[in-house]
């Protein structure tokens, strides 16, 4: 069974630092692109940063030189260092990781549980 475990949400201040890790767990074959997403309350869930196997990042322009992804294949985990966060970073954040369980199958997309993240004013 496939299981992504999101860490490292919490309140922070404005201007203040968090780091969140999702890591990948269960038998798989490999992981392709790992991802980030959040949600605001009334708001749909959007992307916020991606990174295929490769090493090569894609951001929101909401978060760009901001927020930092990036992955340990090693570890199956993926990161999201945020920094300079505002009010408006407040959501849910969720890891997304597009998963291939054996050679020669497709890849699938798996979601983690969303980790909170509350930025004070």
């Known amino acids: 069974q496939v299981q992504l475990v999101e860490s490292g949400g919490g309140l922070v201040q404005t201007g203040g630092s968090l780091r969140l890790s999702c890591a990948v767990s269960?038998?798989?074959?490999?992981?392709?692109?790992m991802g980030w997403y959040r949600q605001a309350p009334g708001n749909q869930r959007e992307l916020v940063a991606a990174?295929?196997?490769?090493?090569?990042?894609n951001y929101a322009d909401s978060v760009k030189g901001r927020f930092t992804i990036s992955r340990d294949n090693a570890k199956n985990t993926v990161y999201l260092q945020m920094n300079s966060l505002k009010p408006e970073d407040t959501a849910v954040y969720y890891c997304?990781?597009?998963?291939?369980?054996?050679?020669?199958?497709?890849?699938?997309?798996?979601w983690g549980q969303g980790t909170q993240v509350t930025v004070s004013s």
């Open positions: 997304n990781a597009d998963i291939v369980l054996r050679l020669g199958l497709m890849p699938f997309g798996s």
């Open positions: 990174i295929t196997r490769a090493g090569r990042t």
């Open positions: 269960g038998s798989i074959f490999s992981i392709n692109a």
